[in-house]
């Protein structure tokens, strides 16, 4: 279903895996719409996606405002690959964006490129553009960006550079677990037990090696004693965060910390954190996407 008629000065466009976000904004940087879908790339054939943008944003393209996009839309299964810049390097080059191929003369889509590093080899694609507005919301800052998600990624960020960032896939192994292991069977329900993710936490960095024994006396005890859903749940998420705290711990001893991220997520990576004395700044994934994508926008161009 198409957003309603409405005139911005540019579109915003984060295109992951499972979602399609747009944004409509003025002039002034305000939002003066948003739309969103689940026409994620996961779902997409390359010649789906300007079908599926146009479904949701047909209605803003009467004055033919440029979109500017980031995410999976620019992965080599995506819309038009966009290649990876490798760091140390700015978090966002506003040279260095791909156009995408269209036939709706109404659409100019820019899409931002991604980063990588050769070693340890990793890659990412969306949280550039994060890293780039949460260092507009935070001008001359060094240390270090946690954005916690599905794969999460620690970011070393010095004089206005990314330069080095390593991933783990500690959300997806949370989903993993409790949906499709044996350990799902009691893992039933929304609950959370404070206490049991904060040992759970301690634990693990404390001997992070012995998580594979730990991840099956949450089964063993749920069959022997008692251990209720809320918990097992809670002990889940404190067992992955801390193990992941404890790979990640040259990103954050000693470092200024900051989380990027959903609400929920950041305060339970704050929590763990805060275990070892880190106390975390957080800013929302939404605002430092949006002041991301807008270094790409008309009037920030315009003023460079």
Same mark, same amino acid.
């Given at each position: 279903?198409?957003? +309603? ?21 003025? @002039?002034?940087?305000?939002? *003066?719409?948003?739309?969103?879908? $689940? $026409? ?7 010649? =789906? ?20 996009? %980031? ?8 819309? %038009? ?7 140390? %390097?700015?978090?966002?080059? &506003? ?8 036939? $709706? ?26 890293? +780039? ?31 080095? !960032?390593?991933? !783990?896939?500690?959300?997806?192994? !949370? ?37 594979? @024994? ?25 067992? *992955?965060?801390?193990?992941?705290? @404890? ?13 990027? =991220? +959903? ?19 957080? *800013?929302?994934?939404?605002? %430092? &996407?949006?002041?991301?994508?807008? *270094? ?9």
């Amino acid at each position: 279903m198409s957003a +309603a008629l409405i005139t911005p000065d540019w579109i915003a466009v984060d295109w992951g895996t499972t979602n399609l976000r747009a944004w409509a904004m003025g @002039a002034d940087g305000r939002v *003066l719409a948003h739309a969103e879908s $689940d $026409d994620g790339m996961g779902k997409l054939a390359r010649e =789906g996606y300007e079908p599926a943008l146009l479904r949701l944003i047909g209605g803003w393209l009467e004055g033919r405002p440029p979109v500017i996009a %980031c995410g999976m839309v620019g992965s080599r299964q995506g819309w %038009c690959e966009a290649p990876y810049r490798a760091v140390p %390097c700015l978090a966002l080059d &506003t040279l260095r964006t791909v156009t995408a191929p269209t036939s $709706d003369p109404r659409l100019s889509v820019s899409i931002i490129p991604g980063l990588k590093q050769a070693q340890p080899a990793d890659v990412m694609r969306g949280e550039e553009t994060q890293i +780039a507005g949460a260092l507009r919301l935070m001008p001359n800052y060094d240390g270090v960006f946690c954005l916690p998600g599905t794969h999460s990624k620690w970011v070393h960020v010095s004089a206005g550079e990314v330069v080095s !960032f390593q991933t !783990f896939m500690t959300g997806e192994l !949370f989903a993993l677990l409790s949906e499709a292991s044996v350990l799902r069977h009691g893992m039933q329900g929304e609950g959370w037990d404070d206490a049991a993710f904060e040992t759970a936490v301690s634990d693990a960095i404390s001997r992070p090696e012995r998580i594979a @024994a730990r991840l099956f006396a949450l089964r063993a005890e749920g069959l022997i004693a008692g251990l209720t859903p809320a918990a097992a749940r809670a002990r889940l998420s404190g067992l *992955l965060i801390g193990t992941e705290l @404890a790979g990640a711990k040259p990103y954050w001893l000693g470092q200024r910390v900051t989380l990027i =991220g +959903a609400e929920k997520l950041s305060a339970a990576y704050a929590s763990a954190l805060a275990l070892q004395g880190i106390k975390a700044e957080r *800013l929302p994934a939404t605002e %430092c &996407t949006l002041a991301g994508l807008a *270094l790409l926008s008309p009037q920030t161009l315009a003023a460079q």
